[in-house]
């Protein structure tokens, strides 16, 4: 019996490690399906996303799963010394210090130890028992410096995610749609400043893609506005690349291609570690009418989308480059994508505030955004 508690007590122990390893100091995707980690978020996520589709939809909704993210990180940091402490009171227990003692105090004991409290008031006995103590206080210094060094990596990741998101808002609207982005560039030289965007968004994939796979829990954490994510973001700028590929006329073709394709990896390499298959029935986000309402939004702003079957096509192939993955990522995080064009128009989340009810006035609209009449 001690010898089988013992085998399984090391294996705890060796597999915590390991698992703690994976997730937080090995710098690249782990491929192996039977995790720690993969186990606590597939059984954690889906009731709470299960109890937050009970909630109505809107801030409540968005608030009740934007804390899943800080949450199960919490969680899993005590779940791995939790295995770590109840790993170290079995090799006690199976050691036999103190003779008539409970396996309470042997749990006591390891806590005491693994926290680096050292009480003094339960002691090791046996030289076993001692030198177990000695490395189980050695893991939890550790512990504790792996847990100060990982938190503040988690979150410089989200807020260099999030800076790139909020400067979005003002160029394509929120939520962020290609037919905004294009409109909103349809200035002179307006193209320039389009290449130079894609081209930043196609570091911000790279990025995204680094640092997404190397800690799977960032795509948990949700943006501060309820319109915006980064997947919400990651879409439009696939959107407005595979339209600027298609015969958008005076659009920066190359960097569209460049852009295109790192941010399509990182939509692909996503969906793998999240398990979530290409969708096979996924709605139709730009079907012909709203094709024909999004050409002519486009020339109202002086832009020329080619027709034509052959375009057509070609846009069609893009879509379904990456339109099937961004569907079931949508689908298991419970986040929202944007439309090809708004059905209705909409404040940006700059013009609005809890204080202000109004948008801004006319003029300064017009001054920030040429030929943006639909404010």
Known sequence: MRVLVGTVSVALIVVVLFDAFETIVLPRRVTRRLRLTRLFYR?????WKVIAGLLPAGKRREGYLGFFGPLSLLFLLTMWAGGLVLG???????????????????LYLSGTTFSTLGIGDVIPHTPVARVLTVIEALMGFGFLAIVIGYLPVIYQSFSRREVSISLLDARAGSPP???????????????????QLLYDWEHWSAELLESHLSYPVLAYFRSQHNNQSW??????????????????????????ELTFAMARHAVVDLAQVFGTPPSQSWEDRLPPERLSRLRAYLAEAGLRLDEGSANEDKLAALRRMYEPYIHSLSRYLAITLPPWITESPRKDNWQASAWEKRSCSASVQRNLFPKDDHF
């Open 43 to 47: 059984s954690t996520w889906k009731p």
């Open 88 to 106: 170290f009171a079995l090799l006690q227990w199976v050691d036999g210090d103190a003779p008539g003692a409970s396996f309470a105090m042997k």
């Open 177 to 195: 749609t290609a037919a905004e982005l294009l409109r909103r560039h349809s200035y002179d030289h307006g193209m320039e400043a389009l290449r």
């Open 231 to 256: 997947l919400a973001a990651l879409t439009a700028v696939l959107d407005t690349s595979a339209l600027a590929m298609s015969g958008l006329e005076g659009a920066c073709q190359r960097q569209a």
